[in-house]
């Protein structure tokens, strides 16, 4: 979901995982050490590190890994374009064209 805004982002919306059951949302996969995961979570403030199973399309099966995600709604606001764009570049370079178009 897209909301609150973002100083990164030219105070546009940014976009969110909010928890919510069977649905889907597409991503990419990183490998990450104890340490890296340690120093990615400082910069996450506000959100909950959580524990999921992830289908990985490149290897055609479910793994275990974990994701940042939000408690609550704020309201929404649109992404920039460079945002969006941003977004749709790691879509296709994982190999989700189809899913980066969707944006």
Known sequence: ????????????????ILHSKDDVVFGSLYLLDPTSLHKLALYEHGYNLMSLKVFDIQNNKY?????F?????EPHVVPSKEYCNAIRKNLS???LKKEANLL
């Open 93 to 95: 370079d994982a190999g």
């Open 63 to 67: 793994v275990r890994a974990c994701t």
């Open 1 to 16: 979901m897209y909301q609150g805004y973002s100083k990164n982002w030219h105070n546009s919306g940014r976009a969110n």
């Open 69 to 73: 995600a939000i408690n609550s709604e």
